[in-house]
DNA sequence: TATTTTAATTAACCACCGTTCAATTAAAAG
DNA sequence: CTTTTAATTGAACGGTGGTTAATTAAAATA
C-alpha cells in the first residue's frame, strides 16, 4: 500500500490523457476501461476520478484536442499561396488526409453518437464544419448557394466515413481521392 | 421448470429475430443482449443458443433482411417510368430516404465496424453498392467515369451519415435532400 | 406403448465494468 | 517538528454480459 506516490511520480491530468488516448485510438468507447488505463498508468482505477469527474469527460478532453488539430490543419491550409481552384482541392484533400490518417479520431469527432457524450462533441463538430464552410466560401464564385458548400462538405464526409478502417491510410486512396475532389469541383465551377 | 414447451408455443427463429430486430433498433450492438432479447421472448437466455450459434450470428440474421429490403426499393425506383434525369433523382432520394427513415438499419449496413460481424456484412454492403453503381450507370451519359459514380455513392453516403440522429426522418431534411440531389446532378451532366 | 429425438430450462463459470468512499500517507505548510 | 492538505489506494457496491453443459419434459418415431 502506497497511499501517495513519491514526488515528481504523481499522476498528472495530462498522463491520464496520453493513456486514455491510445486506447481510444485502438478501441471504441465502450471497449475502453477506466480499470485497463489505470493499469497502464500503473496506479489504481479510484486514483483517476480525483483528476477527472467520470470516463465522459476524460473521453471528451481527448477528442477536444483533435479539434483543434483539425482546426490548425485547416488554417495551414488556407495560408497556403495559389489560385483558388488549387487551394480548394487543396482544402478538400486536407479533410480527406486528416480523417484517413486519424481515422479512430475522425469517428470520434464526427460519426459516433452516444447520449453520454453528446452533447459537448456535437457542437464542437458544428463549428468544425463552420470554419470549413467560412473557408470554402471566399475562393468560390459570388453566386455560389451555401447549400453547395454544405453538400461538398457531406460529399468529403462520405469519402471518409467510407473508408474508414477499410483503407489503412490516406495513401492507400489518394488517387481516388483526388478524383473525388475534382468531381466535386465540376459540381461548383 | 418446464424443460420444453407444449407444441404450438415454440421458440422460433423468426420469433427470435423479430425480437433481436427491435433491440437493434434502439441499441446499439454492444448495448443489446442475449438476456434481454430472452427476457422479452419470455425464454430463457440458453434457449437462444440452440437457435444461434451466437450473438454476431443473431445479428448477420437481422442486418441480412436490411440489405435485402433496400435492393427491392432500389429495384422499384428503378422500374418507374421517366427521364433518365428524373429516374437518377429518384435513385437518389430513393438511398438517402432509406437511409433516413431507417438509421438504425443504415448504420449497421454501412457504418458500423465490428470485428465479430464485419467480414459477414461487409461483404453485403459492397454488394449493394454493385447494385447501385449498376442502376446508375445506364442512366449517365456514355463518357462518365467510374469514378464519379462512386463519388455519387459516397457523397449520397456522407449526406446520410451526417444527418443520422441528428434528424428524425428523411421528411425533416427533404428540402435539402432534394438540394443535394441537384448538386450532384451538376457534377456528372 | 416404449424409445428416441428435440427443444427447452437453469445453474454455473468466468469475465467485465463505472463509481464511490473510508482509510491512508507522502508532501507541503506552518 | 508538528499539523494540515492533497493525492492515492483498494475494497466494496451493484451491476452487466456471453457462453456452456447437465438435465428434463414434450413430441416424434418405431
Known sequence: MTPRKPAGQELTREMIIDVAR????EKSFQEVSMRVIATELACSHGAIY???????????????????ELDTLLA????????????LIHIFLCLMRFGLNNQSQYEYM?????EEVNSLSQEAASKSYAKFAQAVHPLC???IMLSDIYSVFMALHGFIV????HSKNFDEVKEIAFLHAQFLMKAIR
Open 141 to 143: 464564385r459570388e453566386s
Open 162 to 165: 467510407h473508408h474508414l478502417h
Open 50 to 68: 480525483y483528476h477527472f469527474k467520470n470516463k465522459a469527460s476524460l473521453f471528451y478532453a481527448v477528442v477536444e484536442e483533435y479539434f483543434a
Open 110 to 114: 464526427f460519426v459516433m453518437r452516444n
Open 76 to 87: 495551414n491550409t488556407l495560408k497556403e499561396e495559389g489560385e483558388p481552384d488549387t487551394k
Open 22 to 25: 491510445k486506447q481510444f485510438l
